[in-house]
């Protein structure tokens, strides 16, 4: 099961944030735990557990909870679990610290250490743009951030899914069609930063980047398409981070 925002689960773990955000704790503690009651499968589950388990106040609690993501995240085989383990395994070694359990610390410590290597995602991969290119056309880093245009990017940046990328194209700069290519990198490639681990634990958006080139593969024209009211929401929300100086882009 791939991240989707319009999941019901994955709302009311959004709608908890944003109680957070405006510091109505209690508010989006209960929120997190309406999301763990209606949770219906082993995604979903996880997803709420990992937000309750950050509403504990105790840490025998919040180990049972934070055990509880990780038994439902060991369920599901795909490539956006694998960059979960490290968060996962991490925040339960801090658990075992905090109660003075060093040996559970260090072995807890030693598999966060064991699932942080290189994406082991396999694509295909797409990259959402507004350029007319051909295939065997080279995408490359230097370009000006969509987020925040004073920023070159040192990176060039790709997904695994395509909606992520049509999105991704219909919110780019320029007067062109949206456009979505399979992509193939050329050198090595690491988790976007900007979105692991932020809201949600891991690489939910399946989000990367390289300083190689990519390799235009092929144009694919079939992704789920923004209406016009989504899309108007997310150009003022770009708008709205472009504006505000506290947000930054690691690059």
């Not at 040192?154 to 290519?181: P, Q, S």
Request: proline share 5%; hydrophobic share 35%.
């Amino acid at each position: 099961m791939e991240f989707n925002p319009n999941n019901i689960i994955v709302k009311l773990c959004l709608q908890g944030m944003d109680l957070e955000e405006k510091s109505r704790p209690e508010e989006a503690s209960r929120i997190f735990l309406q999301a763990w009651n209606e949770a219906t499968n082993d995604f979903e589950k996880f997803i709420a557990a990992h937000n309750v388990a950050r509403h504990q106040k105790n840490v025998s609690d919040k180990l049972k909870w934070h055990e509880t993501a990780l038994q439902f995240a060991l369920r599901i085989n795909n490539d956006y679990v694998k960059g979960i383990f490290p968060s996962l395994y991490s925040n339960i070694a801090k658990c075992y610290e905090e109660s003075g359990d060093l040996d559970n610390a260090k072995k807890n410590h030693e598999l966060a250490i064991s699932f942080t290597d290189k994406p082991s995602d396999k694509g295909p991969f797409y990259h959402g743009t507004k350029a007319d290119l051909q295939v065997g056309d080279l995408l490359t880093a230097g370009f000006r951030s969509n987020y925040k245009p004073q920023i070159i990017m040192n990176h060039i940046y790709f997904t695994a899914m395509v909606n992520g990328a049509g999105l991704a194209a219909e919110i780019a700069k320029g007067d062109g069609c949206a456009r979505v290519y399979i992509v193939e990198p050329t050198g090595s490639f690491e988790n976007d930063p900007n979105v692991t681990d932020k809201k949600f634990p891991g690489n939910p958006t399946r989000s990367y980047r390289s300083q190689a080139p990519l390799k235009i593969v092929s144009e694919i024209t079939e992704w789920v398409r923004l209406t016009p009211e989504a899309l108007q929401k997310w150009r003022e929300k770009l708008a709205n981070i472009k504006a505000d100086s506290k947000v930054e882009i690691i690059n």
